[in-house]
């Protein structure tokens, strides 16, 4: 075993944490700050010192994370650290239940769950107590099992959990405990666990008398890692582990709390202190990764939440410019500037692969992705599907489809799948019969449905009542809206946790529609720019040669030479269901932080002033934007029009009184006729006053 020169590899601020990382500590480890490396270098240090491998308890939040660390610490020593306990919390559960299954009442054969056996499972216990799962009146399988695993993970009860989160659901309250405790005795009946079970079983076993001690007299040190992740039912296992002992050795950072949406409790680091009186706090400051302008930036938007430990990043790396702030006039002209950007970069020399673009919601992305697409740029996409491949879309538009062509069956199958009482078989001869009629009005025939039950008839027609609404209206864009407005948004709230992130995908889909005056054009754009997707995602470049859009949650923990971050408007990011909440708007900062932080060398700020919807309406840029002193920053100014031959420029002005920074723009546009001669004005159509307040002098 080689011996590890602690002074020489690592800073001052690592090395107080790898030597004195004894009994309850907190190390509020910065972005970029070497946070594996200390933690790896702690484990090493315990080994080396004498202590059992196995004694120790590495908990991390994924299992690539725990192998590589253990893989590290092992080239570290020069030898094998395969005896240390790392993972991730469920498979930590798991290993220790298998070997005390009986204590916790289940056979070690226990099988566990997924969350499609879990759906399963909630639909049979739903249709046995005799709740109908197609209707509407009830919460689906899926938002019933977000509801319970929510409430076990954050040690709540059922009608708090609703009211905060499911205010819809709230008179359903006694009917969802009593599916809760009908399902928890099914899957005990059937000596299986889901993934919560495991969690709440370990804490079972920690207050049984003998297994919690012996757990507690093996595992002597316990490290988490992303302490800020974690949820109540995480850190009341953590404490439970290292009672006695207190050797919890817990690694986070608070500026990065950004999980609250599943869960996770930014208080459990922000109590850690309180809970641990004798705890030793530890900072990791020292940034490795960006810049020192980035860093400004990064640090001064932070200072304006209240609940956190106060700190800031200080940057090592090389001074570089400033972080550009780019006003654009609309969102095609805030695509169309990403995307030549990253060619003027990637011709300067700069890889795909270091690029990359975050938005706040998936709901941005698209008219980016068809800018890249247009420019033969290959890029990955993470947090979730592709704009034009998600379900929600796929079905509105299979509506507009029918409207165009009757006749169409996949678009008919995939719209009659969804209605309560149309099975498989009834479908098929609805849809015989559709290809039988001549134009839509055909099929909307009182006499067109004979000899179906009255459910099925109920959904015909509710079926039938979205393409009306959607028919009725003028232009693609109005019909997107109508369909977002019908008896479908009462669907996506039944299916879906996630359903107002659902209705503002339809949004956007819609001020993309507004592009279009009719629908067969907007439908043949629509399918062209998905076929040109798919085979850009089945050919194309390797994934190396490739840059990044993602949403802000996905890219938490890498980093990118150059980043964009899109979209920074008012209700867009923040978003604004956060608007009334001062604890949500601290996470919105915080995630514009970890957005910030992503980028080593070069970060773009993109908004644009307008946004398509029932006529032209004017965008305030981000708070985020509005709070960050002008000097940090490089305005870049884009002079390109609004489109329909009005050329727009913008114009600004930053003064201050002392106290306070103020800004004064607007937008300029000038009005042509048909040739520049027949100019009639210069109009100011958009004016806007920021006012942000000082920053207290460091």
Request: aromatic share 8%.
């Amino acid at each position: 075993m080689r011996q590890i020169d602690y002074t020489r590899e690592l800073n001052q601020e690592q090395l107080d944490v790898v030597l004195q990382g004894d009994g309850p500590c907190l190390v509020l480890a910065g972005a970029g700050s070497g946070k594996t490396r200390t933690i790896m270098y702690r484990v090493a240090h315990l080994i080396e010192r004498g202590e059992d491998p196995s004694s120790i308890l590495l908990l991390t939040f994924t299992i690539k994370a725990a192998r590589e660390m253990r893989e590290r610490v092992g080239a570290l020593l020069g030898g094998d650290a395969g005896g240390v306990w790392a993972g991730t919390f469920h498979s930590i559960a798991h290993r220790i239940l298998r070997r005390a299954a009986s204590s916790a009442g289940y056979a070690p054969t226990f099988t566990i769950l997924d969350q499609e056996d879990s759906r399963l499972l909630m639909k049979a216990v739903m249709k046995e107590a005799k709740y109908d799962v197609t209707s509407r009146r009830f919460p689906s399988p899926a938002v019933l099992q977000d509801i319970i695993s929510f409430t076990r993970n954050t040690l709540r009860n059922i009608p708090d959990v609703l009211g905060e989160r499911y205010p819809q659901h709230e008179p359903l309250s006694s009917e969802i405990e009593e599916l809760a405790r009908l399902y928890a005795e099914r899957k005990r009946a059937a000596q299986a666990m889901d993934f919560d079970d495991l969690l709440h079983n370990w804490l079972l076993l920690l207050a049984h008398p003998e297994i919690g001690m012996a757990l507690r007299e093996k595992f002597q040190h316990i490290l988490v890692d992303e302490y800020q992740d974690t949820n109540a039912l995480q850190a009341r296992i953590v404490r439970g582990l290292a009672e006695g002992h207190g050797n919890a050795l817990v690694v986070g950072d608070d500026a990065q709390s950004i999980y609250a949406f599943r869960g996770a409790d930014i208080q459990n680091i922000l109590r850690f202190p309180k809970e641990w009186p004798d705890a030793k706090m530890f900072k990791l400051l020292t940034n490795y990764r960006s810049t020192p302008e980035i860093l400004d930036v990064a640090n001064d938007s932070l200072r304006q939440n209240v609940e956190q430990f106060q700190k800031e990043l200080i940057g090592i790396a090389a001074r570089g410019s400033k972080p550009v702030l780019v006003p654009l006039g609309t969102a095609h002209q805030e695509a169309r500037f990403i995307a030549d950007k990253i060619l003027k970069l990637r011709s300067e020399g700069a890889a795909l692969r270091g690029m990359a673009v975050l938005f706040r919601s998936s709901a941005h992305s698209h008219l980016l992705e068809m800018e890249l697409v247009k420019r033969d740029i290959p890029y990955d996409y993470r947090g979730g599907v592709r704009f034009f491949g998600r379900a929600h879309i796929k079905d509105t538009l299979a509506c507009l489809r029918i409207i165009q062509n009757v006749k169409d069956e996949p678009a008919w199958l995939r719209l009659l799948n969804l209605q309560q009482g149309i099975g498989p078989a009834t479908a098929s001869r609805l849809i015989a019969q559709a290809r039988t009629a001549e134009a839509l009005d055909d099929v909307m025939e009182d006499g067109f449905v004979a000899g179906v039950s009255e459910r099925c008839r109920e959904g015909w027609q509710s079926c039938l009542a979205t393409l009306r609404a959607a028919r009725a209206e003028n232009g693609p864009a109005k019909m997107v809206r109508a369909i977002a407005g019908s008896a479908y948004a009462a669907y996506l709230e039944h299916e879906y946790p996630d359903w107002r992130d659902r209705l503002d995908d339809l949004e956007q889909l819609a001020m993309f529609a507004e592009g279009y005056q009719d629908a067969d054009a907007f439908l043949g754009e629509v399918a062209l720019f998905d076929d040109a997707v798919g085979r850009a995602a089945a050919g194309g470049a390797p994934t190396d040669e490739k840059m990044v859009l993602s949403t802000v949650h996905q890219a938490k923990g890498l980093e990118w030479d150059t980043v964009f971050i899109m979209h920074l408007m008012d209700g867009c990011f923040p978003s604004r269901y956060a608007e009334d909440d001062e604890s949500q708007m601290e996470e919105e900062r915080r995630l514009f932080y970890v957005a910030v932080t992503r980028a080593r060398r070069r970060l773009y700020l993109t908004y644009s002033a307008t946004r398509a919807g029932d006529g032209l309406s004017f965008m305030p840029p981000s708070l985020f934007v509005q709070e960050l002193p002008p000097h940090l920053m490089e305005r870049m100014e884009i002079r390109e029009g609004f489109g329909g031959g009005m050329p727009a420029r913008r114009e600004s002005r930053w003064s201050g009184d002392g106290d306070s920074f103020y800004q004064e723009e607007s937008i300029r546009v000038d009005r042509y006729g048909s040739t520049p001669r027949e100019r009639t004005s210069t109009t100011t159509v958009f004016k806007s006053t920021m006012s942000v307040k000082k920053l207290p002098p460091r």
